[in-house]
């Protein structure tokens, strides 16, 4: 039998959802058996597997010793990582990083104990403000994703509560994410919004705009704003009202407008000519614009933060 006592960044979670987090080889199927007879106890007591856990709720079990982790301080995977991070703005409860352009942002495939969550992990881990060994289920985590060939703002979720927070606000659009791109060609219109449909290959990792609704297909808006443009080359600000793959970098090749050095829709020839494989598309200003409650994250509302970093600035001159 082993106990172990709720923490604050494991409450207000299903107990089905702590149990696949704590116990990372516990099947799925056995999690739900375990429930069921009666292995796993809330406060002494039987319970469902949707029940909600509570801070400081004590958790009973009778399940093998097998699935209690008992990781070294030098296992830690996010200690290969480098700490390499640039930070637009920190506090104790989010982290705003800069990401860089070839820098991936969750592990993939190819990956090489390198990618910027575990960068962060490292980094909040030698600051003293994560240790897993206090935590049964939570690590940090990020809440938006960028392309590895994309640049930009990334938010770090330093808690449970946030995370659970600024998810929420990320799917009620409540956070407002702009662009900055280096078009080739300028649109017909200074300022507009695209409305259209996208659907994705997946085999391709690819994606095609559609003008009319499709099966499969989806909605689509994006919103630009010319602010210059030099040797048939404009620099826009974009705005996702929606959030899709690629969806930017589609868009605008749409109306004939590429995103310069982006070899999958855009000019293959003219990239080469200035010596670019990677886009130049920068997610550049976050703007918090709280509508619901934001519990302990209402401090933000409001607030606009950037980065002026933009590697393709001077391709203007």
Known sequence: MRELVVKKNDANQRLDKFLLKKFKTMPKKMAYMYIRKKCVKVNGKKVTPEVMLKENDLLTFYIKDEFFDNIQEENYEFLKAPKTLKIIYEDENIILLDKKPGVIVHQDKSYHFDCLLLRLQHYLYDKGEYNPKEENCFAPALVNRIDRNTGGIVIGAKNAESLRILNQKMKDRELHKFYLCLLINRPKK???????????????????????????????????????????????????????????????????????????????????????????????????????????????????????DIWFMDYLK
């Open 190 to 308: 200074d300022n507009a919004i695209l409305s259209d449909y996208l659907i994705k290959n997946e085999k391709t990792n690819k994606v095609t705009v559609l003008r009319n609704e499709k099966q499969g297909a989806k909605k689509i808006l994006t919103k630009y704003s010319v602010l210059e443009t030099n040797n048939n080359l404009t620099l826009c600000e974009v705005e996702l009202l929606t959030g899709r793959t690629h969806q930017i970098r589609a868009h605008m090749s749409s109306i004939g407008c590429p995103i310069l050095g982006d070899n999958k829709y855009g000019n293959k020839k003219l990239n080469q000519r200035y010596n670019l494989s990677k886009q130049c598309l920068y997610s550049y200003k976050l703007a918090f614009d709280f509508t619901t409650d934001s519990g302990i994250l209402s401090y933000l509302d409001k607030k606009e933060f950037s980065t002026n």
